[in-house]
């Protein structure tokens, strides 16, 4: 056998190999059938809590149990806590939620979730299955950004969420709400993120089915600082933090609901 036929044999083996391994990749992203675009960051790749499945899994199958209102919430702790009342360990925002929401909104947030424990529970975990929510409150990302993901990625994650809404719920619409501030100083490195993540959130609404709004500096001092009678732990709202939400949202919440958030204009951003 001639050195010229043992090299082109050997090229072609190695490229047919490289062919199927490309193959085999393209087949093995396997949230293909839920029509999630193939991604590299893990923002945008759904998954569980692993180590903690133990008690997020029961505890996601139980807020699938919640009657199924047209206004649904979706979040991580912050979204959560609505529904934890003032003398819990975890002080929340129950008693503002039963005057404002409980009659007509859903709440599908869980701690400590991610972009990425979200984008689970809309397709594997088929949170949205028999359900067709005619507008949803969207606030996500602040655990990202606090465990590392760049604003991009966090971002990136956040229309991977969206998309998926759009595309599943094609009459629904969303209303994205900026990434809450969080610990004591205005010169906190997270702040910086924050503001970051946001400005490229709004860029996200068309103000047609994806609005946005940031209502985040109600919850600051003048200097900047946030307060423990604001946030008892400088990042989780306390039951005035809450009051303070519900309050600084509704007017924007009223005009969503009624397909009227910016009548008069067409910028699809309201920034409180």
Known sequence: MSNEFYTKGMLTMFLSASLVSLSAKDVDWKWECFGLPKSELKTCIPETRGENDYWWKPYFQEKLKQPRKDLLFIGDSITDFWTYPA???????LNTWNKRYKNIATNFGITGDKTQTVLWRLTEGKSL??????????????????????????????????????????????LILGIFPCHEQAADPIRAKIRMTNERIKKLADSQRVYFVDIGNIFLEKDGAITKDVMRDLLHLSPKGYEMWADAMEPYLKAFLNDKLHPGTNDPVIKH
Request: hydrophobic fraction near 30%.
């Open 87 to 93: 003398d819990h360990q975890y002080p929340g925002g």
């Open 129 to 174: 299955e028999s359900y067709t929510p005619k507008h949803i409150v969207l606030l996500i990302g602040i655990n990202n950004l606090l465990q590392g993901d760049t604003p991009e990625d966090t971002v990136a994650g956040i229309k991977a969420i969206t998309d998926y809404l759009r595309k599943m719920l094609p009459d629904s619409k969303v």
